[in-house]
């Protein structure tokens, strides 16, 4: 070991390069690649990824509000199901307005997003038809949240009532919003059920015992059945991974993630491992020597 060392000393500048390329290679393999494992890590963070699908007009990802009810009513595999969407980007609360996005979505909802927990009030507020629920963040700009839970805001001049406040996870499929509301069947009254695409999502969560390939195609043929007037090649059906990496640049709701960029940076670290293994050969083969 001495010889060794002494080896070093008398090579300064071999022994620089192999060293602060060995720190380099290790330093960017754990940046990059913590960068990728939580770009995954969206992909695989509900336990049941392999079974949640949405329904859309390529490349957008939803529908309309209608596609929920049809496809409960035909298709008895379905475990879960929910709508979610954009509402609206304003609220008044005791007379003061304030910029927030507003989503609105299905009862179901905290059953396929867990990680949503409500930390103040309870999860039952979608019982109601003018309950919200609030996030953390959007809580203490209203106010003290221990005095939030009962107060009334207005939405598009709705009235609704805070009944939950919940945690928003950091590192999730679902984009960061303020209010969560119940949809509001009412906001499409009059329409002609299938007439038109309104951006919302609708989360299908199939049952455990149920065939993939023969799940998805009932559904595909329902969904081209309800838009006839729509090319049957246009309608999809996108599984979690597919929603993750989509390609959507409207929606607005959902996180995206760039594979190509992901698939790339893998290379890359992969190729960082490669260099910090040669230079850490280099340095032993140094001391066989």
Known sequence: MKSYFKFLSRNKLYTAIEAVGLVISIA???????????????????????????VGHYPSLG????????????????????????????????DQLYEANVCHADADFFFFFPQFSIVEGTANAFEGTHNAIVSKSFANRLGKTTELLGQQFVIEEEEYTISGIMEEPQNTLISHFDVLIPVDENRWAGRKPFSLMDGVLTFIRRMENTEEEAFKAK???????NYSWIEKNEIRVYDYKEMFFHTDYFCTVLHRGNLTSIQILTVVVLLLLLSAVINYVNLNMALVG
């Open 28 to 54: 960017f393999v754990i940046l990059i690649g913590n960068y990728v494992y939580q770009q995954y890590a969206v992909v695989y963070e509900q336990p049941a990824y392999d079974r949640i699908y949405s």
């Open 63 to 94: 529908l309309s509000v209608w596609d929920k009810a049809s496809l409960e009513e035909q298709l008895p595999e379905i475990e879960a199901i929910s709508r979610f969407g954009f509402a609206s980007d304003e609220l008044t609360y005791h």
């Open 219 to 225: 559904v595909l043929d329902i969904c081209q059945r």
